[in-house]
């Protein structure tokens, strides 16, 4: 053993959105769409701008990833998993 611990993500609980992306000018579409989907999902008890721009920056970063070096469309979704919010990432 290397211990190192094979971690898994949790079950899903739901998806809160999904976006479809062919081309990196969408990016900007991306960020103000996964801002506006946290601002309906969040609960006030949490740093609401802090949260809406960690999570609006990994989206595309990870997305513009997806775009540059893999194959189109990349697919992103905001998932909500045993309280957590979740950005997956899946390109072609």
Not at 6 to 11: D, L, N, S, T
Not at 50 to 61: C, N, P, S, W, Y
């Amino acid at each position: 053993m290397t211990g190192w611990e094979v971690r898994h993500p949790p079950g899903i609980d739901e998806e809160i959105a999904r976006w479809t992306l062919n081309q990196p000018p969408e990016l900007q579409t991306l960020r103000a769409a996964v801002r506006q989907a946290v601002l309906r999902r969040v609960m006030v008890t949490v740093d609401v701008a802090d949260l809406v721009e960690r999570l609006m920056i990994v989206a595309t970063e990870l997305a513009g990833n997806a775009l540059r070096y893999g194959r189109s469309p990349t697919v992103v979704a905001l998932l909500r998993a045993d309280g957590h919010l979740i950005v997956d990432v899946v390109d072609q």
